[in-house]
């Protein structure tokens, strides 16, 4: 490069040599920022969907306190209202993921046809994607569920 800039040996360098491991820590760099920030709004996307799927669920338990309290009456154990609450709670965000998943699948859709680039999504980051959602239901529900499970039936079917 000092040869073809004319540059005798006591001259200080115009130019500048790139090397290409440079570029690629730089560009590794800005992957692992996107990748954090992708996992932050993930994590916080899933705790507002877990205060939502709650409300909804203590909603659900106040509507149907005077059934809950009938089927207590005659002899449906508290762990069965329980598993029937979770069950719900985690059927709904099993809804919510799939229609998530089926809008990841065609936005990938687009970006392959777009860019002429496989873009995909694997078959495990799917399952791990619904066992979240199935843990994130049975979180969300548990405290509903319980209270649910724990109602006096007299007072639970008096209430209305």
Do not use: Y
């Not at 709650?54 to 089927?71: D, Y």
């Not at 791990?128 to 109602?151: D, N, S, Y």
């Amino acid at each position: 490069m000092r040869a073809i800039r004319r540059l005798s040996p006591t001259q200080e360098e115009n130019f500048a040599l790139n090397d290409i491991n440079d570029f690629s820590k730089v560009i590794g760099d800005i992957f692992v920022n996107v990748n954090i920030g992708g996992w932050a709004i993930a994590t916080l996307s899933l705790i507002v969907g877990m205060f939502g799927v709650a409300n909804i669920m203590f909603v659900t338990v106040r509507e149907r306190t005077s059934q809950i309290g009938l089927k207590k009456a005659i002899g449906a154990k508290s762990g069965v209202i329980l598993t029937e609450f979770l069950l719900e709670s985690s059927f709904l965000c099993i809804i919510g993921g799939v229609i998530g998943l089926s809008l990841v699948f065609i936005l990938t859709q687009i970006l392959t046809n777009a860019l002429n680039f496989p873009v995909f999504i694997s078959s495990s980051n799917m399952f791990l994607a619904i066992g979240i959602c199935i843990l994130v239901g049975v979180i969300a529900g548990f405290v509903p569920a319980r209270q649910a499970a724990k109602m006096d039936p007299v007072v639970a079917i008096r209430s209305k």
